[in-house]
T-cell receptor, first 118, second 114 residues
Framework: AQKITQTQPGMFVQEKEAVTLDCTYD???????LFWYKQPSSGEMIFLIY??????QNATEGRYSLNFQKARKSANLVISASQLGDSAMYFC???????????????FGSGTRLSIRP | GAVVSQHPSRVICKSGTSVKIECRSL??????MFWYRQFPKKSLMLMAT?????????EQGVEKDKFLINHASLTLSTLTVTSAHPEDSSFYIC??????????FGPGTRLTVT
């Protein structure tokens, strides 16, 4: 069975510092995709970054980078130079079989609430 | 990025009534849409996968007669909560998948059943 684990229910970080949000996953599928989403208090889910299991390099999107360690089955999100607007819930997610299959549903971890201190 | 809308954003209904929530992909065709439910301070739980022109696939434990899903076109899926009860109060989020790996989420609908 597929499973996503986020062990940090909440984190406090000083503004401008870097922060790492942990995510580990479990799957028996040889091919999969990993996602990170941000959910502010408004409730919308904002896509941040994607990593395919066969991607050779770690994904980066602006201040977001994904520290993908396949052997350890971890996909930590790193936010550099944190800003007050980064305060939100962050969800790690996995699609067991990436690609264009309509059966590829995303499953979510329990989330980490990140609070940035001014 | 692609835009997915949901309507209404908030709805309050009386116990025993039915409520319909719409999910629309505004600038792309979505052959597959997903419906999630989120309790306060909890993660998103997938309820069902909706495929255009066919019956929805429900996750284990989700009552298909309670949560009716219709995906009549490539841009619209609806979730109807039938005979709503207070325990159905929740935040319902849809997402739509286009031709890429990305899945775009709607802004969510907060349902309160009194």
């Amino acid at each position: 069975a597929q499973k996503i684990t986020q062990t940090q229910p909440g984190m406090f970080v000083q503004e401008k510092e870097a922060v790492t949000l942990d995510c580990t996953y479990d799957t028996s599928d040889p091919s999969y995709g990993l996602f990170w989403y941000k959910q502010p208090s408004s409730g919308e889910m904002i896509f941040l970054i994607y990593q395919g299991s066969y991607d050779q390099q770690n994904a980066t999107e602006g201040r977001y980078s994904l520290n993908f360690q396949k052997a350890r089955k971890s996909a930590n999100l790193v936010i550099s130079a944190s800003q007050l607007g980064d305060s939100a819930m962050y969800f790690c997610a996995m699609r067991p079989k990436p690609g264009y299959s309509s059966a590829s549903k995303i499953i979510f971890g329990s989330g980490t609430r990140l609070s940035i201190r001014p | 990025g692609a835009v997915v809308s949901q309507h209404p954003s908030r709805v309050i209904c009386k116990s025993g009534t039915s409520v319909k929530i719409e999910c629309r992909s505004l600038d792309f065709q979505a052959t597959t849409m997903f419906w999630y439910r989120q309790f306060p301070k909890k993660s998103l739980m997938l309820m069902a996968t909706s495929n255009e022109g066919s019956k929805a696939t429900y996750e284990q434990g989700v009552e298909k007669d309670k949560f009716l899903i219709n995906h009549a076109s490539l841009t619209l899926s609806t979730l109807t909560v039938t005979s709503a009860h207070p325990e159905d109060s929740s935040f319902y989020i849809c997402s739509a998948k286009g031709s890429s790996y990305e899945q775009y989420f709607g802004p969510g609908t907060r349902l309160t059943v009194t």
